[in-house]
């Protein structure tokens, strides 16, 4: 029962009091690091732009094969 007691103490402490845990490394660590920063800002920008590349490649791509079909009278895409 003790054991117990204590887990949950810790644990609520942690929750409470998350720099005791350094459990968010957004906040918490590498504050005071200009590179930590300039990553998450960086993987910010490519995954915010991932999808847009990603839709942008599939049209391309139907377009060409809009195109191809046009011009060569071939039957469905290939």
């Known amino acids: 029962m003790t054991s117990r007691f204590v887990s949950i103490l810790a644990g609520s402490l942690f929750v409470l009091a998350p720099e005791l845990a350094r459990a968010c490394a957004v906040c918490g660590a ?13 993987t910010t920008i ?3 732009a991932l999808p ?8 391309l791509w139907l377009r ?5 079909r046009r011009q060569y ?3 469905p895409f290939r």
Request: no cysteine; proline share 0%; hydrophobic share 45%.
């Open 64 to 68: 060409v094969q809009t195109r191809r």
């Open 73 to 75: 009278g071939d039957g």
């Open 46 to 48: 490519v995954l915010s």
């Open 52 to 59: 847009l590349v990603m839709l942008g490649g599939f049209l």
């Open 30 to 42: 590498g504050a005071d690091e200009d590179a930590s920063r300039i990553a998450y800002l960086v």
